[in-house]
């Protein structure tokens, strides 16, 4: 079943890969990043070519952020359903 679905750090070695494979996958990502650490080339050119899947936020999370009402979290180290809301 496809998902929405939350990555933070979203440009970064590990988000990236993760954001990538969940929309593969079929997924819906919604893909936050503040470019602290550069990266956003690649995240972009992942948002364009999965444009229906893919969208980016550039957004600094070190502040206040809301979960979406009803949004659920699990904790697992499975790429396929970590940081995702359900
Ligand atoms: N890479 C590994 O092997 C590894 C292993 C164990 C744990 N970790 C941990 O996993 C996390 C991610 O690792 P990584 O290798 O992908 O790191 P990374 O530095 O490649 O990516 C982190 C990303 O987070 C973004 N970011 C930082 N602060 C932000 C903020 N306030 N708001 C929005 N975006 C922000 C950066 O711009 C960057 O793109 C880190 O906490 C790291 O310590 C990584």
């Given amino acids: 079943m496809s998902q929405r679905c939350l990555v933070t ?3 970064g ?3 990236f ?5 969940l929309a593969l996958e ?9 470019g602290s650490k550069g990266g956003l080339a690649d ?3 992942l948002a ?3 444009a229906r899947r893919v969208e980016l936020v550039q957004a600094d999370l070190a502040g206040a952020f809301e979960l979406p009402a009803g949004a659920t979290t699990r ?12």
């Fill in 17 to 21: 890969e993760v954001a990538r494979q």
């Fill in 26 to 34: 079929g997924h819906a990502v919604v893909a936050v990043d503040n």
């Fill in 43 to 45: 995240l972009e050119r």
């Fill in 9 to 11: 750090g979203a440009a």
């Fill in 48 to 50: 364009q070519e999965q």
């Fill in 75 to 86: 904790s697992s180290i499975s790429p396929r359903s970590w940081a995702c809301a359900t």
């Fill in 13 to 15: 070695l590990i988000g």
